[in-house]
Each structure stands twice: as structure tokens, then as C-alpha cells.
């Protein structure tokens, strides 16, 4: 079991910066892919951002691309996703998820059904 614990949200104004983290417990990450999805009130959970096991591979939504920034650091089990020139419509609930699957082993990372723990989700909220 792999137990992932979000922080960093808060209420910011639109053009600030937050550095969200995800720290795991229970077992080491640094094998895993980790992947960051947000969700808004009323919107389906979507997709933000991937890291493969080794930090060396990195996808991102369009929607963030070149604002936000995905990490790890693989000695403190934790990940990363630092977030800037943020907007009203990044304010959702963020989640940190774990996809164990063995390497080499294709899952659909844009998908939520592509990982298999999830952390119960910070809340970020900007304000224009």
C-alpha cells in the first residue's frame, strides 16, 4: 500500500505561485510514474501533469503548459508540482497520484484509470 498525502493549497491571487507537494508513505516511490489531476466543482477530474520514475520524462495539459512544472525527489518520497502565472480557472481540488505498474508496462497516463493510489487532494483556489 502506498499512502499519498497532499499540501500546499491555498487561496491566491491570479498571477501568483504555489508549490504543491505529494509526500508517500509506505513504501518508496522512486520506481513509480506519479502523476498530478485536479478537479473543479462541477467538472470531470482532469489530467495535469506526469513524471516517469526517474524524473527524466514529464507530460503536461495544455491548459498549463509552460506555467506549471512537475518534480521529484525520489530520497524524500515526495513530488512536486510548482504552479505560476496561475488563473481563475486553475482553482480546483489537486491530486497526487501513484501508477505502480512495472516499467516498460503501458498505461494511459491522461486518464485517471492509469494510476492505483491516490492522495485525498489539496484545494487550490485563485482569485481574480
Known amino acids: 500500500q502506498v499512502q499519498l498525502v497532499e499540501s500546499g493549497g491555498e487561496l491566491v491571487q491570479a498571477g501568483g505561485s504555489l508549490r504543491l507537494s505529494c509526500a508517500a508513505s509506505?513504501?518508496?516511490?522512486?520506481?513509480?510514474?506519479m502523476g498530478w489531476f485536479r478537479q473543479a466543482p462541477g467538472k470531470e477530474r482532469e489530467f495535469v501533469a506526469r513524471?516517469?520514475?526517474?524524473?527524466?520524462?514529464?507530460d503536461y495539459a495544455d491548459s498549463v503548459k509552460g506555467r506549471f512544472t512537475i518534480s521529484r525527489d525520489n530520497a524524500k518520497n515526495t513530488v512536486y508540482l510548482q504552479m505560476s502565472s496561475l488563473k481563475p480557472e486553475d482553482t480546483a481540488v489537486y491530486y497526487c497520484?501513484?501508477?505502480?505498474?512495472?516499467?516498460?508496462?503501458?498505461?494511459?497516463?491522461?486518464?485517471?484509470?492509469?494510476?492505483?493510489?491516490w492522495g485525498q487532494g489539496t484545494q487550490v483556489t485563485v482569485s481574480s
Open positions: 497520484a501513484a501508477d505502480v505498474s512495472p516499467p516498460g508496462y503501458y498505461r494511459d497516463y491522461l486518464s485517471s484509470a492509469g494510476y492505483d493510489y
Open positions: 509506505g513504501r518508496t516511490i522512486r520506481s513509480y510514474r
Open positions: 513524471i516517469s520514475w526517474s524524473g527524466g520524462s514529464t
